[in-house]
């Protein structure tokens, strides 16, 4: 093995979305970070577009969210075609509104997302490593012993505390540490295509042709003349084989679904053809070494959740190492990562297998059901509210909890340790302003025990205390109750009645000292 020339606490394998937002979590929280990537550059083209809500809300712990706003493009209504007539208009506005600061569909493409990211990262000293390739690592227990390749063949080590992979759906790190990958492929094709043209459905909405054979979505990327096709290639097998759908043009795909919503393209910017894969990693961490976003699970691409799943994955894992490589805490809290991330995945696996599946379900009852029953019904359910509300919720992520965690403990209210705090406006702000820097804070709506706020001041937790106001009650919230909140903002102890021996109870118990 090469000499270990460089050394990092934690040593990050892609940088993609999941490894930069990793990168920069762990840079705010003082953690020695290092990231390389095999490719040489950021990518410039992508197939992920949506940032949903909670990612937002979690981007705003570090100033992220107000540059991703200003850079994309919030969808105000989803449109149902169907055999080449318009069924169906959905307005969509603020569909999340009195639930979150970021009430609304929001298109980023993830190619501008990792620009961004990337320069963020750079401002805050790291720089990504480029060219540069994981050929393998040793993990004798106490320490990470990575070897990188560069591009001019040299070879260097590297030391690290933990190595996390965040290397795609073929990760080196995911192989080395032999974990195991089930699930499978779905026989569609799917191409992804950046265009530039007219017409009705290039209008800054979200369009969406449910055809007999073909399926074609209209991403808006502009508020006119600007988007991403995202459609089923169905007689693959019969233009360039279905084995090897690299070797397809854009002028091979079926055009009847483009026709159907009167699509004249005068230029496309891009173009790729992909499989749509559904896995789950069978672990998440062996030793010292993680894995992360599509390194662990990939699905299909229904609701926009891949990105933002890695995302999450990401903020989750941060605080956790920080908190055993700044502030001292047993290396088994890391444990929790796997235990919190890994059912919601296979819960998001199953749950987009069961949607794509039915919108690319062949036969005639299928194709009944989706070009003429489908388009009837879902203008119906969106006038519902509470239909809209449960719609966003899973949409946005912001339903994602971890009641069932071993971290999180109590309930107060409608809320549970391991729920995301329920977000209240007030008076032109919110319960979700952000700290100086990520960390420990907790929140009181209502009178504040001076026991508690000793307590706080002890530990150095950030108390917040809002006067009592009915909103929270409607909220769930409960009046007097202690919320202790972690860096990724859950809640991880909820007590109706504040009790320092309680609060010492749990650090004790999870092995933390804040």
Same mark, same amino acid.
Request: proline content about 6%; overall charge positive; hydrophobic content about 40%.
């Given at each position: 093995m090469a000499q270990a020339q460089a050394q990092a606490q934690v040593l990050i394998v892609g940088a993609g979305p999941s490894g930069l937002v990793l990168a920069l979590w762990l840079k705010a929280l003082g953690v020695n970070v290092r990231i390389v990537d095999a490719a040489s550059g950021p990518g410039t083209t992508s197939r992920a577009l949506a940032v949903q809500a909670r990612t937002l809300e979690l981007y705003r712990q570090l100033d992220l969210a107000a540059s991703v706003l200003e850079g994309g493009y919030a969808l105000g209504a989803f449109n149902i075609w169907a055999e080449g007539e318009h069924r169906a208009r959905i307005e969509l506005g603020a569909i999340g509104a009195g639930l979150t600061p970021y009430p609304f569909m929001y298109i980023f493409p993830q190619d501008r997302h990792e620009r961004l990211l990337e320069a963020r990262l750079f401002e805050a000293g790291v720089r990504v490593e480029r060219n540069c390739t994981l050929l393998g690592f040793d993990d004798p227990g106490d320490e990470v012993l990575a070897r990188l390749g560069h591009a001019d063949g040299r070879e260097e080590g590297c030391a690290a505390r933990y190595i996390i992979g965040c290397d795609g759906a073929k990760s080196s790190v995911r192989n080395i540490i032999a974990a195991g990958f089930p699930g499978g492929t779905y026989r569609q094709v799917f191409y992804v295509a950046d265009i530039e043209g007219e017409s009705p459905a290039l209008n800054g909405e979200l369009h969406l042709d449910l055809d007999e054979s073909d399926i074609l979505a209209v991403f808006a990327t502009a508020p006119r003349g600007r988007a991403r096709l995202v459609g089923t290639v169905r007689d693959?097998?019969?233009?360039?084989?279905?084995?090897?759908?690299?070797?397809?043009?854009?002028?091979?795909?079926?055009?009847?679904?483009?026709?159907?919503?009167?699509?004249?393209?005068?230029?496309?910017?891009?173009?790729?053809?992909?499989?749509?894969?559904?896995?789950?990693?069978?672990? %998440?961490? #062996?030793?010292?070494?993680?894995? !992360?976003?599509?390194?662990? &699970?990939?699905?299909?691409?229904? @609701?926009?959740? =891949?990105?933002?799943?890695?995302?999450?994955?990401?903020?989750?894992?941060?605080?956790?190492?920080?908190?055993?490589?700044?502030?001292?805490?047993?290396?088994?809290?890391?444990?929790?990562?796997?235990?919190?991330?890994?059912?919601?995945?296979?819960?998001?696996?199953?749950?987009?297998?069961?949607?794509?599946?039915?919108?690319?379900?062949?036969?005639?009852?299928?194709?009944?059901?989706?070009?003429?029953?489908?388009?009837?019904?879902?203008?119906?359910?969106?006038?519902?509210?509470?239909?809209?509300?449960? %719609?966003? #919720?899973?949409?946005?992520?912001? !339903?994602?909890?971890?009641? &069932?965690?071993?971290?999180?403990? @109590?309930?107060? =209210?409608?809320?549970?340790?391991?729920?995301?705090?329920?977000?209240?406006?007030?008076?032109?702000?919110?319960?979700?302003?952000?700290?100086?820097?990520?960390?420990?804070?907790?929140?009181?709506?209502?009178?504040?025990?001076?026991?508690?706020?000793?307590?706080?001041?002890?530990?150095?937790?950030?108390?917040?205390?809002?006067?009592?106001?009915e909103e929270f009650r409607a909220a769930g919230l409960a009046r007097d109750a202690f919320y202790l909140l972690r860096p990724d903002t859950y809640v991880a102890l909820a007590a109706g009645t504040p009790d320092p021996l309680r609060f010492d109870g749990y650090l004790h118990a999870n092995g933390l000292a804040l």
């Open positions: 693959a097998g019969h233009q360039c084989g279905a084995e090897h759908p690299e070797n397809l043009a854009f002028g091979d795909v079926s055009k009847r679904a483009i026709d159907n919503l009167m699509i004249s393209i005068s230029k496309v910017n891009w173009f790729s053809t992909y499989r749509v894969h559904h896995r789950v990693a069978d672990r %998440f961490r #062996r030793g010292r070494a993680f894995l !992360v976003g599509d390194a662990c &699970h990939i699905h299909s691409p229904a @609701g926009g959740q =891949g990105m933002n799943t890695g995302i999450g994955d990401a903020i989750n894992l941060a605080w956790k190492l920080a908190a055993v490589l700044r502030d001292g805490a047993p290396d088994s809290l890391l444990d929790s990562y796997e235990a919190e991330r890994r059912p919601f995945a296979q819960r998001l696996v199953d749950t987009t297998d069961r949607v794509f599946s039915f919108i690319t379900a062949d036969g005639p009852v299928a194709e009944v059901v989706r070009t003429g029953v489908v388009p009837r019904i879902m203008p119906l359910m969106a006038r519902v509210p509470a239909a809209r509300q449960y %719609f966003f #919720r899973t949409i946005s992520q912001t !339903v994602v909890h971890y009641r &069932h965690a071993p971290l999180n403990e @109590g309930s107060a =209210g409608k809320v549970h340790g391991g729920d995301r705090l329920p977000w209240v406006a007030i008076d032109g702000s919110d319960n979700f302003e952000p700290l100086s820097r990520p960390g420990w804070q907790a929140h009181v709506y209502g009178a504040v025990r001076q026991d508690a706020a000793n307590w706080c001041a002890a530990h150095r937790v950030h108390l917040r205390q809002y006067p009592w106001r």
